[in-house]
């Protein structure tokens, strides 16, 4: 069971991701998470990658592509993974659909959860203050995040979902436990 769960930043991808993981068994894949680590580390990557995010921009393909083949094929055999912050564009959904068939794998299912704007810069000010992130500080910042989704990750959600695998809207402006409730209903 692959799955991917988009959504714009501060949707709560994260904080769904880390409940599905735990009750389905699958393993985390958090683009995000796994190149702010590569910065922790000091690592050419991580250096590299921070000059892109603190501006709110997207990564190079090719630097992120490194960090999902490598996690891909250290992870495949495993029950499955929850794609989470990748694919961004639609040249990372051809790359995830062609590591895929590559494999002869199937990707299950996307889940998209959606939040207005103005509730997406609260949460933003609100998770600045909790866990430091410096892309969270800055509104301009969250508002070029924001932009780089509806530019370029909608089309990516629009390309995957036009090879046929179920994609599910929810409505990620509800508690966090009324949006799980609506997450297991679709993952059975
Ligand atoms: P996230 O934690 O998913 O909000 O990601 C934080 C930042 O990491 C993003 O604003 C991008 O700069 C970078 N990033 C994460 N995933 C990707 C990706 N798939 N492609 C390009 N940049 C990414």
Do not use: C, W
Not at 11 to 40: N, P, W
Not at 74 to 89: A, Q, S, T, V, W
Not at 164 to 187: A, M
């Amino acid at each position: 069971m692959n799955i991917i769960i988009f959504g714009p930043p501060l949707a709560g991808k994260g904080t769904q991701s880390k409940k599905i993981i735990k009750d389905f068994g699958l393993t985390h894949l958090s683009t995000g998470d796994a190149l702010r680590s590569e910065k922790a580390q000091n690592s050419d990557l991580g250096i590299e990658a921070a000059e892109y995010s603190s501006k709110g921009l997207l990564v190079p393909d090719e630097l992120v592509a490194k960090v999902v083949e490598k996690f891909y094929h250290n992870h495949k055999e495993e029950k499955g993974i929850l794609f989470d912050g990748y694919p961004r564009n639609i040249d990372q959904a051809q790359h995830l659909l062609d590591l895929f068939e590559a494999d002869n794998t199937p990707l299950s299912q996307i889940i998209f959860l959606k939040v207005p704007r103005e509730e997406l810069l609260k949460r933003a000010k609100k998770r600045a203050e909790e866990q430091n992130r410096k892309d969270d500080r800055d509104p301009k910042i969250v508002l070029t995040r924001i932009d780089e989704f509806e530019r370029l990750t909608i089309p990516a959600v629009q390309h995957i979902k036009a090879t046929g695998v179920k994609t599910t809207e929810i409505d990620g402006n509800q508690s966090i436990e009324s949006i799980y409730i609506k997450i297991q209903e679709v993952l059975g």
